[in-house]
């Protein structure tokens, strides 16, 4: 008899690889509901995202870097999934994974004018910066086409993962609300918030956990050397990032 359940076992594709690929299935949701959590508790709207930011930088500095951080971490986790999609249905992992991708430099876009934003209070205070960005909220930039990217690569391989039952039906259903999650920018915490992140936890973190745990397990002094080789290079590019 054929075994119909669901597998959650991701290939090791060369690129990205399932170390790279599982560690961005788990960290990027986890990290993008955490950063929608942490302003939850102010308006929706970019002037009381504006003022929030006035009154509580640390807090409004981490929820933003949290979302940003998250939305890049996850495209090697899309890349992966798309991959085992591909094994059954390619197009819908071509369209998927590159919709959903596109989406994603779209959302990263969108974090670079919520710094910029923020910057504006921090040097010209809530209210000019209010009134800056509701003067060139609607202006022209070439992402703004990536919209249906945004929300449509979602929905795409939510019905991949589903037909190559790479994911059962509840975590199908609750990877397509991502495709939910407010886009533009300066936007705050709502309920489709929430129903998009905890999708995405639910559907993609026990996937990347599988893909972790798929295949050999390396030896502990290798273990160690990648971590430390990972710090050690994430410092220098911090410091080469700060000296500009």
Known sequence: MTNTT??????DPVFPGRWVGGASLVLGPLLLFTGVLLRVRFDFFFPAQLSAYGHHPALMTASYSLVSAGWVLLWPGVVLLAARIGERFRELALWGGALTVLGLFARTFH????HLAFQLVAVQGAA?????VSETYGA????STL??????????????????????????????LA???????????T???????AGLCIALVPLGVAALHDGPTPRAATVAGRLLLVGAVGTAMFL?????
């Open 6 to 11: 669901t597998s959650t076992a991701v290939p």
């Open 111 to 114: 974090a670079g004018v919520d």
């Open 128 to 132: 000019s910066a209010t009134r800056t």
């Open 140 to 143: 022209f930039h070439v992402f």
């Open 147 to 176: 919209n249906a990217a945004v929300m449509g690569g979602w929905l795409l391989l939510a019905i991949g993962a589903y037909r190559s039952r790479v994911l059962g039906p509840l975590r199908a259903a609750a990877l397509a």
């Open 179 to 189: 495709s939910a999650m407010p886009l533009g920018v300066l936007k705050g915490t």
């Open 191 to 197: 309920p489709l918030s929430f129903a998009a992140t």
């Open 240 to 244: 080469f990032g700060q000296a500009g």
